[in-house]
């Protein structure tokens, strides 16, 4: 195992970022995944972002008050990063190594995405602080997320009833259309490492195509016991 900047040894376990706009579904699917690959004899974890560790968590409610927003998004990103610095070291990485699974609900394409491209925080800085955080660890597959802005903001009201907006559900429509076409330009730019999932659907179907993609880009028939005519 290797690993430049930050000592987060080389992954055997596989390593899922899901991502995309407000309510896209992702945590709903995230779990169904796990049930699925749990079912297929593959251990799984599943985590989140920000957070996901204990130190990465107080970041989260810092970082998802606002509280961060008054510092600028430099600062926001840092923030970010340090919330990531602490998950990958404490368990993205450990679970990867003793070939755990890892679905986690959003990563760097978040930050690259949300401060990037939106907040207009350098990519130079984001790529610095990338190799500090995570290193040569990169997702073996991206799931993006793909909704009409209306119905992602309307899924993330329902989920939240009455608790109040987080930071980034505050911001208007314009922020999310762009948003959103942030995200599909990731995909159309990395199509090796990310799939485009059409989420304007009902939870089955799309969970069927969140299957259809992890069977395509990372599992051999034989791990999930089906015969190549299946
Ligand atoms: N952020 C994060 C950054 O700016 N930079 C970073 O580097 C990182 C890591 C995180 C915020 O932080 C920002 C991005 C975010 O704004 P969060 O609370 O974790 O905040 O928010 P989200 O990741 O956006 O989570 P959401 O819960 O809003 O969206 P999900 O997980 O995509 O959606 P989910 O599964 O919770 O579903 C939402 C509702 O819709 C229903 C569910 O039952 C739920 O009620 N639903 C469906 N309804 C109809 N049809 C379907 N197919 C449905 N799928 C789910």
């Given at each position: 195992m290797s690993k430049t900047a930050s000592n987060v040894d080389l992954p055997v376990g596989r390593f899922i970022t899901f991502e995309g706009g407000e309510g896209a579904g992702k945590s709903t699917q995230i779990a169904i995944l796990a049930d699925r690959l749990n079912g297929a004899n593959h251990r799984t974890i599943t985590t989140r972002e920000p957070g996901g560790s204990a130190g990465a968590e107080i970041v989260r409610h810092l970082v998802l008050s606002g509280m961060g927003k008054f510092l600028g998004a430099e600062a926001e990103a840092l923030l970010f990063a340090a919330a990531r610095d602490d998950h990958v070291h404490q368990v993205i990485a450990p679970a990867l190594r003793r070939g755990i699974w890892v679905l986690c609900d959003r990563f760097t394409d978040s930050t690259r995405v949300y401060?990037?491209?939106?907040?207009?925080?350098?990519p130079a800085l984001l790529r610095a602080m990338e190799r500090v955080t995570i290193g040569e660890l990169r997702p073996d597959l991206t799931l993006i997320f793909d909704v009409p802005v209306a119905i992602g903001l309307r899924r993330a009201i329902l989920r939240r009833g009455k608790t109040a907006a987080d930071r980034f559900e505050q911001e208007n429509i314009e922020f999310h259309e762009k948003l959103r076409e942030a995200y599909r330009q990731v995909a159309v730019d990395e199509p090796e490492r990310c799939v485009l999932i059409?989420?304007?659907?009902d939870q089955e179907t799309v969970a069927a195509r969140v299957w259809a993609a992890v069977k395509d880009r990372l599992l051999l028939a034989v791990d999930i016991g089906e015969t190549s005519g299946a």
């Open positions: 401060q990037g491209k939106l907040g207009k925080v350098d059409d989420a304007n659907a």
